[in-house]
Nanobody
Framework: QVQLVESGGGLVQAGGSLRLSCASS????????MGWFRQAPGKERELVAA??????????YYSDSVKGRFTISRDNAKNTVYLQMNSLEPEDSAVYYC????????????????WGQGTQVTVSS
């Protein structure tokens, strides 16, 4: 397991942008698939974006609700993964969690063994 620390959440108006960062303490960061999940009150935790690196190159996943608005990226030299969020909508308001798992991308929270503490994103209308 790795330790993860998120930052970058806050309050933004609809249409605005935020960038979330997740710093990892692991020595083998590049071998981990990294995901950004979110959980709104009364809703299940959902995967919004994920990124992994394999011999085939970099692969990404986006949920339909954020595709075209959010971009996930990683800097393996800094052990950090980012989530650039543009054109934010009130429906994007949630606690956002960074998560890690060895190997390939998975979409279920149960498949990720390492989690950050979460960062709140609030989008006002």
């Amino acid at each position: 397991q790795v330790q993860l620390v998120e930052s970058g959440g806050g309050l933004v108006q609809a249409g605005g942008s935020l960038r979330l960062s997740c710093a990892s303490s692991g020595r083998t960061f590049s071998s981990y698939a990294m995901g950004w999940f979110r959980q709104a009150p009364g809703k299940e935790r959902e995967l919004v974006a994920a990124i992994a690196i394999s011999w085939r190159g970099s692969s990404t996943y986006y949920s339909d609700s954020v595709k075209g608005r959010f971009t996930i990226s990683r800097d393996n030299a800094k052990n950090t993964v980012y989530l650039q969020m543009n054109s934010l909508e009130p429906e994007d308001s949630a606690v956002y969690y960074c998560a890690a798992r060895p190997g390939a991308i998975a979409t279920s929270p149960a498949d990720f063994g390492s989690w950050g503490q979460g960062t709140q994103v609030t989008v006002s209308s």
